[in-house]
Nanobody, 124 residues
């Protein structure tokens, strides 16, 4: 059974950090580009970051560039999203997704598998 499971969300104060994990089962992450998306209440889902399957290239939305870092550990079949200097506007449900062969990292319709999401709340 193909499954992606996110973890690591929670409540954090502005300026704080969280590390999200995306663990895969039923398939090998090595061959997939892995993206992180988020959706805040009343807003559209947006692409946050992506790491490619081929050369490990990384991509970030302008809103998180310099604060978030995506990485992958193929041995653990897991992708991480390190989030630093968090802001209240980062509050959202964060999802990871796997893309086999797509042309756009930020277009969620090009992803094949999705996790169930993890809530991130940035508030004092």
């Amino acid at each position: 059974q193909v499954q992606l499971v996110e973890s690591g969300g929670g409540l954090v104060q502005p300026g704080g950090s969280l590390r999200l994990s995306c663990a895969a089962s039923g398939f090998t992450l090595d061959y997939y580009a892995i993206g992180w998306f988020r959706q805040a209440p009343g807003k559209e889902r947006e692409g946050v970051s992506c790491i490619s399957s081929s050369d490990g290239s990384t991509y970030y939305a302008d809103s998180v560039k310099g604060r978030f870092t995506i990485s992958r550990d193929n041995a653990k079949n897991t992708v991480y999203l390190q989030m630093n200097s968090l802001k209240p506007e980062d509050t959202a449900v964060y999802y990871c997704a796997a893309q086999w062969n797509g042309s756009s990292w930020y277009d969620g319709t090009e992803y094949d598998y999705w996790g169930q999401g993890t809530q991130v709340t940035v508030s004092s």
